[in-house]
């Protein structure tokens, strides 16, 4: 079983920047494929960004060069930099890892990011 918890959202500006963090526990996140996603007020939940367990990375078109997916395995930590944020950032983000393998796949609970002046 794996637990992951997301941090680091909050209030920001556009044009800001934010860290989010996954920490996971109960097993290695290293054999896990790793993906943020999104979900603003009233719409589906979209995909934001993954990093294989070979370190390849894959963002949606709508954050591409200002999102950044990281992944510091002996922290069994999963980051997504935030920057150039906008307002339609706005979403609560969850953190997802799957290892299709072993069949296994895992939610975070959520950090709500807003952004707005």
């Known amino acids: 079983q794996v637990q992951l918890v997301e941090s680091g959202g909050g209030l920001v500006q556009p044009g800001g920047s934010l860290r989010l963090s996954c920490a996971a526990s109960g097993s290695d996140l290293n054999i896990y494929t790793m993906d943020w996603y999104r979900q603003a007020p009233g719409k589906q939940r979209e995909w934001v960004a993954r990093?294989?367990?070979?370190?390849?990375?894959y963002y949606a078109g709508s954050v591409k060069g200002r999102f950044t997916i990281t992944r510091d395995n002996a922290k069994n930590t999963v980051y997504l930099q935030m920057d150039s944020l906008k307002p339609e950032d706005t979403a609560v983000y969850f953190c997802n890892a799957k290892a299709t393998a072993i069949s296994r796949e895992y939610w975070g609970q959520g950090t709500q990011v807003t952004v707005s002046s």
């Open positions: 990093i294989t367990t070979d370190v390849s990375t």
